[in-house]
């Protein structure tokens, strides 16, 4: 059987890395949002507070 690693990652640290970085290109979350077309700002605050771990694990 083939067994699968799956990534680690620092989710606070993930989180506050995309902020930093979206602030210092001067984006708003709206602006990220039409970027990514996404229906809503919802999943960027989702990866922005941090609570994306259980996303990660459902598209693994």
């Known amino acids: 059987m ?3 690693n ?3 990652i ?4 993930t989180a506050a890395k995309i ?3 979206r602030i210092r290109a001067g984006y708003s979350v709206r602006e990220i949002q039409t ?3 996404f ?3 919802e999943a960027i605050y ?3 507070k941090g609570k994306f771990e ?3 694990e459902n598209f693994m």
Not at 10 to 13: P, Q, T, Y
Request: charged share 20%; with cysteine; glycine share 0%.
């Open 46 to 48: 989702v990866w922005k």
């Open 6 to 8: 799956k990534p680690v």
């Open 39 to 41: 229906s809503s700002p």
């Open 19 to 21: 902020k930093e970085c």
């Open 54 to 56: 259980s996303y990660w």
């Open 2 to 4: 083939c067994k699968i």
């Open 35 to 37: 970027i990514f077309n």
């Open 10 to 13: 620092n989710v606070a640290a």
